[in-house]
């Protein structure tokens, strides 16, 4: 039967749910509370609205106005959420990008979404030297902290500006007009641009307050990065709770918890790959001499987020979302059980179906299909892919391309993906876009790349790879060390392939199509290259 909660409806009306509705809340509400803290930089929530509205019009007198699209491709940084929350304020939209990302994949970004300008932190401005530019609409590119201007195609390449004092108007937004287009994984093909509309991020606030239970006394620590929606919304949460979010620069297992001690924090957020690479660490008091009463941890195994919490006295959360939908499925503080991704949220429908998108009974594994019951709540498409949105959002439902089973208690549980994805580091990868590096090498001929497990309950990348005729590698290992260096300039390090078989055949169907289930079922092989060695499974 398909589920169906009504929600609550936050602070704000239906008109108002909108990134400067927002920030004039938190002012009005909240005023000189904490709001946040990025490495030196600490703002008010009294603080917020003059802020964004002075980089407002720094972007403004770029020629940046309403519907324009900025990239951003900094670390966690205040330029970064100024710039973000700027761009909401005066209706232009914000791209972030992956940071890991590379020439190429910054050269589709750009070329795909239109941005007129580019932020970008010095650190990762010399991969544009490997991307073309010509092909993209950059009118200037913006340089965050030190370093040198990079000759960028004849498009200007500026200083970070200074704010000026007199601060922009808040443009009319509506609650469906798009604040940003945020990037995640194509599947069989390019990386696709979510349609995230205003509501949509103002209800990600609201939805993962109330599950977690935030409130005014909370301290919200991150390690995640801006360029992702969990670590925008930890800025949600805080504007529409009065809570302090902190933002830390990067997750570092020796120096988690004194982070968390130093800030004070009481509600932190983790992948799953993370929980274990906690665990590896020696036990010792830091995990206990802490404030954090409650974690988010979508995806930990159970047994690890046990061990955790027995180690740490952190309870973590399971939950379900993507950058298409909302925090539509979670467990709670009170929930009767683990195991499972938890209970369906208040105003969303879920369905269990089958390939026909017709619901199946409890008990029975399908693709889980979501909808939201308020206006705006989910994204609205994929920007200039009207065939992979209709595909995504056929029968008004969004394909999430997982597979599930509903519970006789209503609780999910996840099974697996459906979707040619892999998912290592808490990042999307598409094997499409790795087949395609691979394949721009000159002695390789066919490749099929493909998730097989890790020692740290995630995916790890592994290609199976024939050569061209007569290129064959007398060892073939050497050829694999080979191929992983070629992918070191062209991916980002997390979609590089661990491992890598030299193979003399792929297995197909009878119209030619690789059969890739049949390589993740015989996964690593005793003649497989792994780039970690030591950590080789057998």
């Known amino acids: 039967m398909t589920e169906r909660t009504e929600p609550g409806a936050g602070p704000l009306p239906a008109a108002q749910r909108t990134l400067p509705a927002m920030l004039r809340h938190q002012a009005q509400t909240f005023g000189p509370r904490p709001a946040l803290t990025i490495g030196q930089t600490r703002w008010t929530h009294g603080d917020v609205p003059e802020n ?129 287009i945020l990037y995640t994984s194509g599947t069989t093909g390019p990386s696709k641009g979510v349609l995230c509309p205003h509501a949509q991020y103002y209800w990600w606030g609201v939805h993962s307050l109330g599950i977690l239970g935030v409130g005014q006394d909370d301290v919200l620590a991150t390690t995640l990065p801006l360029f992702h929606i969990n670590a925008l919304n930890t800025f949600a949460q805080a504007a529409l709770s009065g809570a302090e979010v902190v933002f830390l620069p990067r997750f570092s297992a020796s120096g988690f918890w004194p982070a968390m001690r130093a800030t004070g924090a009481t509600v932190v957020y983790l992948l799953g790959a993370m929980v274990p690479i906690l665990l590896a660490q020696p036990a010792g008091e830091g995990e206990r001499g802490h404030r954090v009463r409650l974690g988010l941890g979508p995806g930990v195994p159970a047994a690890a987020a046990a061990e955790f919490q027995e180690r740490t006295g952190v309870r973590l959360l399971e939950g379900y979302g993507s950058t298409e939908t909302n925090f539509v499925i979670a467990s709670r503080p009170d929930a009767p059980r683990g195991g499972v991704m938890g209970w369906l949220q208040p105003g969303f429908e879920a369905r269990v179906a089958d390939a026909h998108d017709a619901e ?7 693709e889980l299909l979501l909808r939201a ?66 394949l721009s090498h000159a002695r390789v001929a066919t490749v099929a790349v493909y998730p097989v497990q890790s020692e740290l309950a995630e995916d790890e990348v592994m290609a199976a790879v024939i050569v061209q005729p007569g290129g064959a590698a007398a060892d ?32 197909r169907t009878e119209n030619g199509k690789v059969q890739k289930f049949k390589l993740r079922e015989r996964g690593v092989t005793p003649t497989t290259w792994d780039r970690q060695p030591k950590g080789r499974r057998t």
């Open 52 to 180: 964004v509205a002075r980089r407002a019009a720094a972007l403004q007198q770029a020629g940046i106005g309403r519907g324009d699209r900025v990239a951003l491709m900094c670390g966690n940084r205040i330029e970064c959420l100024e710039a973000f929350l700027a761009c909401g304020w005066i209706g232009a939209v914000a791209v972030p990008i992956n940071t890991a990302a590379m020439g190429p994949q910054i050269e589709y970004f750009l070329a795909n979404s239109g941005a007129s300008l580019l932020v970008i932190e010095a650190d990762f401005a010399a991969r544009l030297q490997t991307a073309d530019l010509t092909r993209c609409a950059l009118k200037a590119i913006w340089l965050v902290g030190e370093g040198q201007a990079v000759p960028a195609a004849g498009v200007p390449c500026l200083p970070w500006p200074a704010a000026p004092q007199e601060a922009a108007e808040a443009a009319d937004v509506g609650p469906g007009d798009t604040l940003a």
């Open 360 to 366: 199946l009974p409890d008990g029975q594994a399908g």
């Open 373 to 438: 019951s308020e206006p705006f709540a989910f994204a609205a498409g994929y920007f200039n892919m009207p065939d992979k949105t209709v595909e995504a959002w056929r029968n008004l439902w969004f394909h999430t391309g997982d597979r599930v089973v509903r519970e006789a208690d209503g609780a999910f549980r996840f099974i697996d993906r459906m979707k040619d994805a892999i998912r290592r580091r808490g990042e999307n990868i598409s094997s499409f876009e790795v087949e395609q590096v691979l």
């Open 476 to 507: 073939a290992q050497a050829l694999a060390s080979e191929l992983a260096a070629w992918c070191e300039s062209r991916l980002p390090y997390f979609a590089i392939p661990r491992f890598i078989d030299i193979v003399d055949d792929l297995p």
